[in-house]
């Protein structure tokens, strides 16, 4: 029972020790130090000399450090190589010529991209809305995956869904029931896309003055599919369109903002290019009810427009970019 | 026996340090050394802090419905603080049709059933549809902007530009022509709504509000382009139609021009400027 009372002196000890070390005032000024009683990281040479501590930052030497009548090796900065060689040792005018050249140190604006895409995966869930059709919107949900070549190129796939997601704005019907015009109007059920990325511009913020995020803005383009049909608006009562896949190119131009290593924020204005069959505007004056009959109004080869029309689609999507693997290591050090 | 005595009791001892560690520990972090007391960046460039911008820029309508509307204008801003500005944007509006107007214009009827909706002559002829549409004038707009994110921007790892993100916000004046009101006695327009004169242009304010966000990039001390996007949503009669006011739920139309004909529309634009920064440029310490 002793033995266990000295025991728990002992851990006593122990735990009064760090306990005190940390309790300093928060925001206060430290205190001199006691000699023999230092804290930190003077401390320890305290107590390993056991006299007065050390000051690390301070210029002047330790009082107790032992004078010596040996003068400095040599005047000149060379150290022991004077001693070993004197023709190596550099002379004091040389060191002020060296001093005197302009130095180029290469310091880049971005010492070291925060963020590393090389031989990672971008998923990157997204919501587009339309930015140029007043008539008919096509928002709906979208998804990106793009594998980085290099640092700053990727190639991936783009998908988008549209069907039922189409709205025909209020807009368009008060403008045909006043103008007694109607406008030819597309809807979309998908369009998916094989696209290039680049990479060009990438930087750093600070917010507010006390973080850092940094952000990269990236330019795609590619080729793939868009499925669209008419919407019937001339002759409702006899067409009906079926979707039909069109060759469609994309050109566009993004914004990520990384959150962490893997997680960007991200925004893009992205244009599809496709050409459209709209629905022809008048309507055929043969007999109904003859779908084979080439002047009936139920013949499907009378519901379309003689001409294509080149169709723009500007849509703006917002998402999340993800990287996969999660992390990655630097090449070089920091 | 006493080992184990020992044991417990020395874990209890360092139970208790441990404790005692998490207690300590929940004190301020005193930072000591160089980095004491320092600002988080020295020497920044304060473009802003102290100075007065004017920035003439030109803005471009999106998802214009009749009209494409440009606004060729001006920014005049005074910097309180680098992040902090209070200041006026404003400018003169001009259009050009769109494809629909003129479609409308080539294709709409002249008759009976459009009368009260589509511009004509006398005996229904044609006359421009492009007349009866409306158009912002001008627009006077004192703003906040809030400039939380500074830093730089690099392209191709060549070119270094100082960039900031800044959004704003404020109070909007804007001078706008549409269809006048007519159909009921004492309208500028007259009483009916099916006559040629009734389809005249007049002046009315709306105000709003107004907000968006943009970039600066700094090209030197005294000069930057600019590039933002602005939302001025309001209600207008955009194509002079009558749309609404009759019915139940005045959904309908009434055969009047009014107020109620009005539709709101999330007017945006996207404005391209280049400022110049008045006064010397600061520098942290």
Same mark, same amino acid.
């Given at each position: 029972?002793?033995?266990?009372?000295?025991?728990?002196?002992?851990?006593?000890?122990?735990?009064?020790?760090?306990?005190?070390?940390?309790?300093?005032?928060?925001?206060?000024?430290?205190?001199?130090?006691?000699?023999?009683?230092?804290?930190?990281?003077?401390?320890?040479?305290?107590?390993?000399?056991?006299?007065?501590?050390?000051?690390?930052?301070?210029?002047?030497?330790?009082?107790?450090?032992?004078?010596?009548?040996?003068?400095?090796?040599?005047?000149?900065?060379?150290?022991?190589?004077?001693?070993?060689?004197?023709?190596?040792?550099? !002379?004091?005018?040389?060191?002020?010529?060296?001093?005197?050249?302009?130095?180029?140190?290469?310091?880049?604006?971005?010492?070291?991209?925060?963020?590393? !895409?090389?031989?990672?995966?971008?998923?990157?869930?997204?919501?587009?809305?339309?930015?140029?059709?007043?008539?008919?919107?096509?928002?709906?949900?979208?998804?990106?995956?793009?594998?980085?070549?290099?640092?700053?190129?990727?190639?991936?796939?783009?998908?988008?869904?549209?069907?039922?997601?189409?709205?025909?704005?209020?807009?368009?019907?008060?403008?045909?029931?006043?103008?007694?015009?109607?406008?030819?109007?597309?809807?979309?059920?998908?369009?998916?896309?094989?696209?290039?990325?680049?990479?060009?511009?990438?930087?750093?913020?600070?917010?507010?003055?006390?973080?850092?995020?940094?952000?990269?803005?990236?330019?795609?383009?590619?080729?793939?599919?868009?499925?669209?049909?008419?919407?019937?608006?001339?002759?409702?009562?006899?067409?009906?369109?079926?979707?039909?896949?069109?060759?469609?190119?994309?050109?566009?131009?993004?914004?990520?903002?990384?959150?962490?290593?893997?997680?960007?924020?991200?925004?893009?204005?992205?244009?599809?290019?496709?050409?459209?069959?709209?629905?022809?505007?008048?309507?055929?004056?043969?007999?109904?009810?003859?779908?084979?009959?080439?002047?009936?109004?139920?013949?499907?080869?009378?519901?379309?427009?003689?001409?294509?029309?080149?169709?723009?689609?500007?849509?703006?999507?917002?998402?999340?970019?993800?990287?996969?693997?999660?992390?990655?290591?630097?090449?070089?050090? !920091? | 026996?006493?080992?184990?005595?020992?044991?417990?009791?020395?874990?209890?001892?360092?139970?208790?340090?441990?404790?005692?560690?998490?207690?300590?520990?929940?004190?301020?972090?005193?930072?000591?050394?160089?980095?004491?007391?320092?600002?988080?960046?020295?020497?920044?460039?304060?473009?802003?802090?102290?100075?007065?911008?004017?920035?003439?820029?030109?803005?471009?309508?999106?998802?214009?419905?009749?009209?494409?509307?440009?606004?060729?204008?001006?920014?005049?801003?005074?910097?309180?603080?680098?992040?902090?500005?209070?200041?006026?944007?404003?400018?003169?509006?001009?259009?050009?049709?769109?494809?629909?107007?003129?479609?409308?214009?080539?294709?709409?009827?002249?008759?009976?059933?459009?009368?009260?909706?589509?511009?004509?002559?006398?005996?229904?002829?044609?006359?421009?549809?492009?007349?009866?549409?409306?158009?912002?004038?001008?627009?006077?707009?004192?703003?906040?902007?809030?400039?939380?994110?500074?830093?730089?921007?690099?392209?191709?790892?060549?070119?270094?530009?100082?960039?900031?993100?800044?959004?704003?916000?404020?109070?909007?004046?804007?001078?706008?022509?549409?269809?006048?009101?007519?159909?009921?006695?004492?309208?500028?327009?007259?009483?009916?709504?099916?006559?040629?004169?009734?389809?005249?242009?007049?002046?009315?304010?709306?105000?709003?509000?107004?907000?968006?966000?943009?970039?600066?990039?700094?090209?030197?001390?005294?000069?930057?382009?600019?590039?933002?996007?602005?939302?001025?949503?309001?209600?207008?009669?955009?194509?002079?139609?009558?749309?609404?006011?009759?019915?139940?739920?005045?959904?309908?139309?009434?055969?009047?021009?009014?107020?109620?004909?009005?539709?709101?529309?999330?007017?945006?634009?996207?404005?391209?400027?280049?400022?110049?920064?008045?006064?010397?440029?600061?520098?942290?310490?």
């Amino acid at each position: 029972m002793k033995q266990a009372g000295r025991w728990l002196l002992f851990a006593a000890a122990l735990s009064v020790l760090p306990s005190t070390a940390l309790a300093q005032k928060p925001g206060g000024k430290p205190s001199k130090p006691p000699a023999g009683a230092a804290g930190g990281a003077t401390g320890g040479a305290a107590a390993a000399g056991g006299g007065e501590a050390v000051d690390l930052d301070s210029d002047q030497p330790p009082k107790d450090q032992p004078k010596t009548d040996t003068p400095p090796a040599d005047t000149g900065g060379g150290g022991g190589i004077c001693e070993i060689d004197p023709s190596a040792c550099p !002379k004091t005018a040389d060191l002020k010529t060296e001093a005197k050249k302009e130095v180029k140190a290469e310091v880049y604006a971005v010492q070291q991209n925060p963020v590393l !895409k090389y031989h990672r995966f971008e998923v990157r869930p997204f919501w587009g809305v339309t930015m140029n059709d007043q008539f008919v919107s096509h928002p709906g949900p979208g998804l990106d995956m793009n594998f980085y070549i290099t640092n700053v190129l990727a190639i991936g796939i783009n998908g988008n869904f549209y069907s039922g997601l189409n709205v025909d704005s209020d807009f368009n019907f008060q403008n045909r029931r006043a103008t007694r015009v109607a406008v030819p109007l597309t809807e979309y059920s998908w369009a998916a896309a094989l696209n290039f990325t680049y990479v060009p511009i990438y930087g750093k913020f600070a917010g507010f003055g006390s973080f850092i995020f940094s952000y990269d803005i990236y330019a795609t383009g590619g080729v793939g599919a868009i499925s669209t049909r008419p919407i019937a608006v001339i002759d409702p009562d006899n067409r009906t369109f079926d979707f039909k896949p069109k060759v469609a190119f994309n050109l566009g131009l993004g914004l990520r903002i990384f959150l962490t290593k893997w997680l960007a924020a991200n925004i893009e204005v992205r244009d599809y290019i496709y050409p459209e069959k709209l629905e022809q505007l008048t309507i055929a004056s043969g007999p109904l009810g003859k779908p084979n009959d080439p002047t009936s109004p139920s013949n499907p080869n009378t519901w379309y427009a003689d001409s294509v029309t080149i169709t723009n689609n500007i849509q703006m999507n917002v998402g999340l970019s993800i990287f996969i693997p999660f992390s990655f290591d630097y090449r070089l050090v !920091k | 026996m006493r080992f184990v005595t020992a044991l417990a009791a020395t874990l209890c001892a360092l139970g208790t340090t441990a404790a005692l560690e998490k207690t300590a520990n929940a004190q301020e972090i005193l930072l000591t050394g160089p980095l004491k007391g320092q600002p988080p960046a020295r020497n920044l460039r304060l473009y802003r802090e102290g100075r007065f911008e004017i920035a003439p820029a030109m803005s471009f309508g999106v998802l214009d419905e009749y009209r494409h509307m440009f606004i060729a204008g001006l920014r005049l801003q005074y910097n309180f603080t680098d992040w902090l500005g209070i200041g006026l944007w404003g400018g003169y509006g001009f259009s050009g049709t769109t494809d629909l107007t003129d479609q409308i214009n080539d294709k709409s009827p002249r008759n009976n059933l459009t009368a009260v909706n589509v511009n004509h002559g006398p005996g229904n002829t044609k006359a421009d549809f492009g007349a009866q549409v409306a158009q912002l004038q001008w627009v006077v707009a004192p703003q906040v902007t809030v400039t939380p994110f500074r830093g730089k921007l690099a392209l191709f790892q060549k070119v270094f530009v100082d960039t900031e993100a800044y959004i704003f916000g404020g109070f909007a004046l804007v001078g706008l022509q549409e269809r006048g009101n007519c159909g009921n006695a004492g309208d500028v327009n007259g009483t009916a709504c099916n006559t040629p004169a009734s389809f005249a242009l007049q002046s009315r304010l709306a105000p709003t509000g107004t907000f968006g966000l943009g970039l600066t990039f700094f090209l030197a001390d005294f000069i930057n382009l600019g590039v933002e996007y602005r939302a001025l949503p309001f209600s207008w009669n955009r194509g002079g139609f009558d749309s609404r006011g009759g019915g139940s739920n005045l959904d309908f139309p009434d055969q009047k021009i009014t107020s109620d004909d009005r539709t709101f529309k999330f007017n945006q634009m996207f404005t391209v400027s280049v400022g110049f920064m008045l006064g010397g440029r600061k520098t942290s310490d």
